[in-house]
């Protein structure tokens, strides 16, 4: 299975808590005014690579994982199998950006097959209007950090808390969670 892959960052700290490796993949149909990376919109922009391939080089890095985007539920299936190797191959979180809400994604089949693998879904579109620069993981107040397995079993959204895993000298600054 391929997947259209933008570029593969290592050792990144702004897609979650703790050293990551990032993945942005190609294709979004959200087309949200004033996104960072509009380029990524378009499925042709990414490199083709297959699953496993890029399963193998991010396990190789001992590192947490993020999906990022353009919006990794474009490419649901490969995104699906992608998070399935990781977590049959390792303990590493899995954080996923997109601009879908999680109570649409649980309706689907394919998409909550996916969140049975993903720790932590930032959800929603990014809303230009609602930018703002002082919250942890997120571009606009509208998205939300999410603690999908929690969610899950509760029936319920249980929204995930990132300042538990902030130092005691940042935990000084005010942080809107």
Not at 59 to 77: M, R, W, Y
């Amino acid at each position: 299975m391929q997947i259209s892959v933008i570029k593969i960052i290592e050792s990144t700290t702004v897609d979650g808590p703790g050293l990551r490796t990032t993945i942005y993949s190609a294709g979004c149909e959200h087309h949200c005014k004033g996104c960072h990376n509009p380029q990524s919109w378009n499925i042709n922009y990414g490199t083709m690579m297959d699953v496993d391939e890029v399963a193998k080089r991010v396990l190789a890095t001992g590192e947490d994982v993020t999906f990022s985007g353009g919006d990794p539920l474009f490419q649901i299936d490969a995104f699906t199998k992608l998070a399935s190797i990781i977590k049959e191959k390792s303990n590493r979180s899995i954080w996923c950006y997109t601009g879908y809400k999680f109570e649409q994604l649980i309706e689907k089949d394919k998409s909550l097959e996916l969140l049975k693998n993903i720790d932590v879904l930032v959800d929603g579109r990014f809303i230009e209007e609602l930018k703002r620069k002082d919250i942890l993981f997120r571009g606009s107040s509208n998205q939300r950090l999410i603690d999908v397995q929690k969610s899950l079993e509760k029936g319920e959204i249980v929204t995930y808390q990132p300042i538990n895993l902030l130092s005691p000298l940042l935990t000084k600054f005010k942080i809107n969670a």
